[in-house]
């Protein structure tokens, strides 16, 4: 069986996924230290934004096709990025009850702020795709 593009992408997606959820479950004593601040932001947010950031390119990648008109794009970057949204807030819940991390709020926006930004490099390739074409 020939692996396609879109399973090699989905297969990256759910790899991706697992480590996030992993990453944020460990015990920060098996993480090493880093700095505490990197130009004046806290490493911890760094580490979200990253951590974030891929998830719409390789859900994109998965699931949106530059066959599909425009709009139909758009709603399914909305679906996968309301996914997203429910993932980085489950880990945060998740976080809070292992005893060992803490829930916070702080760590979910940087999330989000994150993923907004790999939203944008997913509409701009979207939309380059689509003017070659």
Excluded: W
């Excluded at 996924?17 to 947010?45: H, Q, T």
């Amino acid at each position: 069986m020939k692996l396609d593009d879109k399973r090699i992408y989905r297969i990256l997606l759910l790899l991706y996924i697992g480590a996030v959820v992993i990453l944020c479950l460990m015990n920060p004593e098996s993480l090493p230290s880093v700095e505490r601040l990197y130009f004046g932001l806290p490493a911890d947010k760094i580490v979200h934004f990253i951590m974030f950031f891929p998830y719409p390119v390789l859900a994109g990648l998965s699931f949106m096709h530059q066959d599909f008109s425009i709009l139909r794009n758009l709603t399914i970057l909305l679906v996968l990025v309301v996914a997203g949204a429910g993932m980085a807030y489950g880990t945060e819940v998740l976080q809070g009850q292992t005893g060992y991390r803490s829930y916070d709020l702080t760590d979910f926006a940087a999330d989000m702020t994150g993923m907004a930004a790999g939203v944008a490099v997913t509409l701009i390739f979207t939309i380059i795709q689509k003017i070659r074409k």
